[in-house]
């Protein structure tokens, strides 16, 4: 596809019943000029991401009928996991991959959050480099308390109160976070342990906010249908920070614990630059179709 290009990678509050994802990715496929280049799921997260791709008029009509579908199929009073949410689509972040700037999809955040709130009646969070307040630029200050806390707190609390919308979250699909960032890659580091103390140890060592790697988050997770402890990392700007070097801190700290890496999970898909920088990753899952660049030449030429 010649022109401009957006991705986009949200993330839904749904990773063990295959029908509701199905219908969530049915929909998003639904509108024309825009593709769906991956998914994938997670019955411990309960979370699916999905990554698309196309025109910015024809990612923007995709995403909103995604979150549409998402709204009308998860309930959040019901839903239970261990990463934490906000909303049934709990995040849905723009990428400019082709002829975009990031201030066009700024710009696309907003229409889409307003349309989000005005026909689905769904709060809106702007975050990342559409963020409208400082504090706001960090995912985790927008879900602190997760649905549960934020559904109380949003009732007193005006910094809390959306930047669309009102001052209480959807009864069942809580509120969406919607902004414009940077091509992110994300990945799980699964520990040989249950020990979920060695996993907070390690995220806490990596990540940026307590004092680690630029450019990094990571939290401490355990996986009950697996019995084993997880560091789950966000790599904001591989151009920053090497996946190659968040990788090895994380082998580096395992091994403090006397703790070996049982594997590691790409989740979603990672640009084809990004692999330089990681060398001895080696993602259990991966193969060619989790390369952004081949998704899109396959999809959209």
């Given at each position: 596809m010649?022109?401009?290009?957006?991705?986009?990678?949200?993330?839904?509050?749904?990773?063990?019943?295959?029908?509701?994802?199905a219908?969530?990715v049915?929909?998003?496929?639904s509108?024309?000029?825009?593709?769906?280049?991956?998914?994938?799921?997670?019955?411990?997260?309960?979370?699916?991401?999905?990554?698309?791709?196309?025109?910015?008029?024809?990612?923007?009509?995709?995403?909103?009928?995604?979150?549409?579908?998402?709204?009308?199929?998860?309930?959040?009073?019901?839903h239970?996991?261990?990463?934490?949410?906000?909303?049934?689509?709990?995040?849905?972040p723009?990428?400019?991959?082709?002829?975009?700037?990031?201030?066009?999809?700024?710009?696309l955040?907003?229409?889409?959050?307003?349309?989000?709130?005005?026909?689905?009646?769904?709060?809106?969070?702007?975050?990342e480099?559409?963020?409208?307040?400082?504090?706001?630029?960090?995912?985790?200050?927008?879900?602190?308390?997760?649905?549960?806390?934020?559904?109380?707190e949003?009732?007193?609390n005006?910094?809390?109160?959306?930047?669309?919308?009102?001052?209480?979250?959807?009864p069942?699909?809580?509120?969406?976070?919607?902004?414009?960032?940077?091509?992110?890659?994300?990945?799980?580091?699964?520990?040989?342990?249950?020990?979920?103390?060695?996993?907070?140890?390690?995220?806490?060592?990596?990540?940026?906010?307590?004092?680690?790697?630029?450019?990094?988050k990571?939290?401490?997770?355990?996986?009950?249908?697996?019995?084993?402890?997880?560091?789950?990392?966000?790599?904001?700007?591989f151009?920053?920070?090497?996946?190659?070097?968040?990788?090895?801190?994380?082998?580096?700290?395992?091994?403090?614990?006397?703790v070996?890496?049982s594997?590691?999970?790409?989740?979603?898909?990672?640009?084809?630059?990004?692999?330089?920088?990681?060398?001895?990753?080696?993602?259990?899952?991966?193969?060619?179709?989790?390369i952004?660049?081949?998704?899109?030449?396959?999809k959209?030429?």
């Amino acid at each position: 596809m010649r022109g401009p290009i957006v991705e986009c990678v949200p993330n839904f509050s749904e990773g063990r019943d295959a029908a509701v994802v199905a219908a969530i990715v049915e929909a998003i496929s639904s509108a024309t000029g825009a593709a769906v280049l991956g998914r994938t799921s997670d019955a411990d997260h309960n979370r699916s991401v999905v990554t698309f791709a196309g025109t910015p008029e024809a990612v923007v009509e995709s995403a909103f009928r995604g979150i549409e579908r998402a709204a009308a199929r998860i309930d959040l009073n019901r839903h239970t996991g261990i990463h934490p949410r906000i909303g049934a689509a709990d995040v849905v972040p723009l990428v400019p991959i082709s002829s975009v700037t990031m201030g066009d999809c700024v710009r696309l955040a907003e229409q889409l959050a307003e349309r989000v709130w005005r026909e689905l009646h769904v709060p809106v969070y702007l975050y990342e480099a559409a963020a409208r307040r400082p504090d706001r630029a960090n995912l985790a200050n927008i879900r602190r308390g997760n649905f549960e806390g934020l559904r109380e707190e949003i009732r007193f609390n005006a910094e809390r109160l959306p930047d669309f919308g009102e001052a209480a979250l959807h009864p069942t699909a809580g509120a969406c976070v919607i902004g414009a960032r940077k091509l992110l890659i994300a990945f799980n580091v699964n520990l040989a342990t249950a020990d979920l103390k060695i996993a907070h140890g390690i995220a806490r060592k990596i990540r940026f906010s307590s004092g680690g790697f630029e450019a990094v988050k990571a939290l401490g997770l355990f996986l009950e249908s697996r019995g084993h402890a997880q560091v789950s990392v966000n790599l904001t700007d591989f151009e920053v920070t090497p996946l190659g070097a968040v990788f090895e801190a994380i082998r580096s700290e395992s091994e403090r614990y006397g703790v070996r890496i049982s594997g590691t999970e790409l989740i979603g898909l990672i640009p084809r630059k990004a692999l330089e920088t990681g060398a001895g990753v080696e993602f259990e899952n991966f193969g060619p179709q989790l390369i952004l660049e081949n998704q899109l030449e396959k999809k959209l030429d």
